[in-house]
């Protein structure tokens, strides 16, 4: 299997475009989770999907953000418009299903926005 | 004062010593996880344990529920277990994953 795929691997934009990222989980994983990775507050939660419907969206920092799952095998996290507070590491991350399941995490989009 | 308390922040060790990463949690949890992030950025599931201990190769890990505390042991460590570990817990009311900061350990030959 080829693990979680996320793409771009690095997005270097200016303020006020829309950024989007992508996932797709491991084949058979029912479950989807978004990251955020600063150096100052660390890994952060911001949204997860079971069976393709967001459970939880209260990480989500903002209106901007959004994220969708319209099917199994694909996620997008979109913000717009983008601000320099936003650069950060998103990583997906996908589970057979619920959050005590050992996650596999993508190796992550480094978000530059400036 | 957050949540989840890893301690050290920072560990440097030789070759071959054993090491010791822990983890305090102060919310009521439903599971802890142990994960590892490699100084190319790419993370890794290491453990997720809700009672007793696990092993996997030279790494163990243990959680005392009572105590709410969790350690992540290194036997025999190596200058390829240099990263970042990071304890998360799911808080059993919000059912949320809260992350701690992170150790940073370095490994030297």
């Known amino acids: 299997d080829a693990g979680v795929i996320q793409s771009p691997r690095h997005e270097v934009t200016e303020m006020g475009q829309e950024v989007t990222l992508r996932c797709k989980p491991i084949s058979g994983h029912n479950s989807l989770f978004w990251y955020r990775q600063t150096m100052m507050r660390g890994l952060e939660l911001l949204i997860y999907f079971n069976n393709n419907v967001p459970i939880d969206d209260s990480g989500m920092p903002e209106d901007r953000f959004s994220a969708k799952m319209p099917n199994a095998s694909f996620s997008t996290l979109k913000i717009q418009p983008s601000e320099p507070r936003d650069s950060a590491v998103y990583f997906c991350a996908s589970t057979v299903f619920a959050l005590s399941e050992t996650q596999y995490f993508g190796p992550g989009t480094r978000l530059l926005v400036l | 004062k957050n949540e989840v308390e890893q301690s050290p922040q920072n560990l440097t060790a030789q070759e071959g010593e054993f090491i010791t990463i822990n983890c305090s949690y102060s919310v009521g949890i439903s599971a802890l996880h142990w994960l590892q992030q490699h100084p190319g950025g790419g993370i890794v599931s290491l453990f997720m344990?809700?009672?007793g201990k696990k092993k996997h190769g030279r790494l163990i890990a243990t959680i005392n529920i009572q105590e709410k505390h969790s350690s992540l042991h290194i036997t025999a460590s190596h200058p390829r277990d240099s990263a970042v570990y990071i304890c998360?817990?799911?808080?059993?009311?919000?059912?949320?994953?809260?992350f701690g900061t992170g150790t940073r350990l370095q490994v030297f030959p």
């Open positions: 344990l809700s009672s």
């Open positions: 998360a817990v799911r808080s059993y009311n919000t059912d949320k994953l809260i």
